[in-house]
């Protein structure tokens, strides 16, 4: 049998999630997790420290291709592994795009892409002039290292990342844009070339952190979204899973704001609500495998997030209750450790009628996994 | 966390295919595979002999529920599991139906489930009296130990079941229904008697082995084929999904032939094909929680077997050529070697137009999988 295996770097939910279409395709997954009980631990064959680059080179030998659960393998191991012949996908070319802010600005203002504006700022006297030429706040971002919300402030005077100005590191301050909502773009790539898009989806933040997502976004200028995420596909040569984190202004506008290189929270629908996942379109689109179709299965789809309430609550513990109330709903858990705000799972329902009536049965499940 | 388990008896594709829901639902499955790279490999946490009580007892006891892939298990086995407290779902009781034909049809007969006619055979001249009385043929088999045309063969005389009535053991006679189509009635109740089903479906067989599946089967009685269903279970006191498999006659009566209590090959469509798969209603059945929605996702679906043509194809090598140009089809390969017959995977396609388009999809993968 010619066995297709897959290489995961980081073992968490993103990683689980990729072991369902796996298994169904018979391709050998294998986990490269950071600890024991990782929520991919059936995959793990290896736990370690992915920025040891030996460690990281001697299990991409076992694999045909290495991808990625998250953004925060060095970039110096990943061209390490590509030196080494490994074929590592997306490639550091396109991770670079998504490890650092800066450089993914500069990248899209070449490819013309939409952003809101922004400037590489390296002293406090340029971040107090962006400021006062953009309605008096910007959205500071370390370059490096942010997510779900971290490394991330609104500020209205550079006094307020004085800290952050001190590393001596260039910041990127960005126009706080008064969005109508928030879209994403969901988009895979294979090696080829070839391109499938879902349609694109609301996304709904809570705290800085995905709460909802609503598939499709009701009266979203589609078409913009999807030429948006081919050029940006495209143009940085991405392979895999590509989501496109857009505002949508008041005017139906449609401005980028962040780009992650791997199946992504606004895509978790897809498991149900599409005819292939974006965890099935990753393995294929790594693999140079042709794309699947990437149909809806119902008229709407929702997810919500189960974010973590304390550290006791796993949201295993009520399904008893929530199976018995909402008997449609999809329910996903991803096996971590209890904590305040962590993503601990999440649940889909979709419906040919309404969204109004997904988003029921997915709150009747969700509002019962918290409380019996 | 409270973490439920389940431990799969069997190392086989069904075993495989509780592997996904498991996963999403938290649900930790660990599989006793008779052998190293069985289908269900990546959740096998003991291989060994499922004949040996030791060796089971000693896997049950790190799991809350035993339930089963295949039901070879002896039943001396599974009553030494019950004597020492485990939770064995199907239970031996009901097992024993399934095990056994001869049983089977005598607690059919109890029920008042419509039968073909049929006979406990233990000579020669009972047999041929069962001919005579039923248009000159008679389908025997083996009481134990069938499956998939084995242990079953269609006689006009004892001459030809000599040897199986030489070992002494009764046989079953049952008359050779002239049938319209072959029906299967798929149904999951959990331990606390909840029941759900899903709509029957027609099932295509060639050589005795199933070879296509439509879901819902067109014009057939479904209140007839779920009261039957219904009857079994509760009959039985069957935990999980159990498969009917029927007989309708020309005049659209319906007559069991077989039972199955587990995930059934006829049941493959619900994967893709109705809001909760087989797979995960029988680990929910079986940890009795409550069941899930059988609602199907779109009006037809189509589901093919990919038997294997030699020794050589495992169906995974023309992957670029069927999924080029199947790109709706969901393809399911089972990771076994290559063997003429044997069920290798499978591929599912689903449509709210037509059955025939659901069938021309899952045509179209399933032969560009056999050759480029």
Not at 76 to 99: D, K, M, Y
Not at 181 to 187: G, K, N, P, T, V
Not at 266 to 283: A, C, K, M, W, Y
Request: charged residues 20%; negative net charge; glycine residues 8%.
């Amino acid at each position: 049998m010619k066995t297709r295996s897959v290489g995961v770097i980081g073992g968490g939910q993103l990683a689980r999630m990729m072991i369902a279409p796996a298994t169904e395709l018979a391709i050998d997954i294998k986990v490269f997790a950071e600890a024991e009980g990782s929520p991919a631990a059936l995959a793990a064959t290896v736990v370690g420290d992915y920025t040891n680059f030996e460690s990281v080179l001697a299990f991409a030998r076992t694999v045909d291709v290495i991808t990625f659960d998250h953004e925060h393998v060095p970039l110096t191991v990943l061209r390490g592994l590509e030196a080494a012949g490994i074929s590592v996908q997306p490639s550091s070319h396109s991770l670079n795009f998504a490890q650092n802010k800066l450089e993914m600005r500069k990248a899209l203002a070449e490819l013309s892409v939409p952003c809101p504006n922004w400037a590489q700022i390296e002293e406090a006297a340029a971040l107090d002039e962006f400021i006062a030429a953009n309605g008096g706040f910007a959205v500071v971002k370390t370059a490096t290292g942010g997510y779900d919300g971290k490394g991330v402030r609104v500020v209205q005077s550079s006094e307020q990342v004085r800290d952050w100005l001190a590393l001596g590191k260039p910041l990127l301050a960005e126009q706080k844009v008064e969005f109508k909502r928030e879209l994403a773009q969901l988009i895979a790539r294979n090696l080829a070339g070839q391109i499938e898009v879902w349609p694109v989806v609301q996304t709904i933040q809570r705290d800085g952190v995905c709460a909802e997502v609503h598939s499709p976004a009701q009266g979203a200028d589609l078409q913009a979204a999807e030429a948006i995420a081919r050029t940006i596909a495209e143009g940085l040569g991405v392979t895999g899973v590509l989501a496109v984190e857009m505002f949508e202004t008041a005017d139906g506008k449609l401005l980028v704001n962040e780009l992650a290189m791997r199946p992504h929270n606004s895509g978790h629908f897809s498991i149900e609500g599409s005819v292939t996942s974006q965890f099935e379109q990753h393995l294929r689109a790594v693999l140079n495998l042709p794309l699947g179709s990437t149909q809806a299965t119902a008229k709407h789809s929702v997810m919500l997030n189960l974010l973590g309430v304390d550290d006791q609550n796993t949201f295993v513990e009520h399904y008893d209750h929530a199976m018995a109330k909402a008997p449609e709903a999809k329910i996903h858990v991803y096996g971590k450790a209890a904590r305040l705000g962590r993503k601990m799972g999440h649940v889909t329902a979709t419906s040919n009628s309404s969204v109004d009536e997904a988003l029921a049965i997915a709150r009747t499940a969700a509002n019962a996994l918290l409380q019996a």
